[in-house]
């Protein structure tokens, strides 16, 4: 493996109609990944329930979080949260003023 110099917030699309998930980093039990939001949030009634845990942290923008318990989390840049495998969750919005950028960790 070659030393690789990267910045989370290079390589920005304009135009996203979708938000943007890459995988940046992988091993055995787990990966890292950059998402790009730009004014989305979850389709309705949309639940991601995933089989790793999740470490997300925001890099820039905001975004509110709400977990099938009622929770609902409002992040700010530098803000992170911590979501165990399998708790229901979804994005119910993003900066519509600015790109959010998430960095998150999934792992076992």
């Keep these: 493996m070659i030393a690789e110099k990267k910045n ?22 787990f990966f890292v990944e950059r998402i790009i939001s730009d004014g989305h949030a979850s389709p ?14 925001l890099m820039s923008g905001s ?3 709400l977990c099938d318990d009622g929770n609902l989390f409002s992040l700010s840049s530098g803000d992170y949260l911590i979501i ?3 708790q229901k969750h979804r994005v119910e919005e993003t900066d519509k ?4 950028i998430w960095l998150a960790l999934h792992y076992k």
């Design 84 to 86: 165990p495998a399998h």
């Design 97 to 100: 003023t600015q790109k959010t």
């Design 63 to 65: 975004a509110k979080i």
């Design 8 to 29: 989370i917030f290079a390589e920005l699309l304009q135009n996203l109609p979708e938000e943007v998930f890459e995988k940046i980093l992988e091993g055995k039990d």
């Design 44 to 57: 309705p009634n949309f639940w991601y329930d995933q089989k790793t845990n999740e470490f997300v942290m």
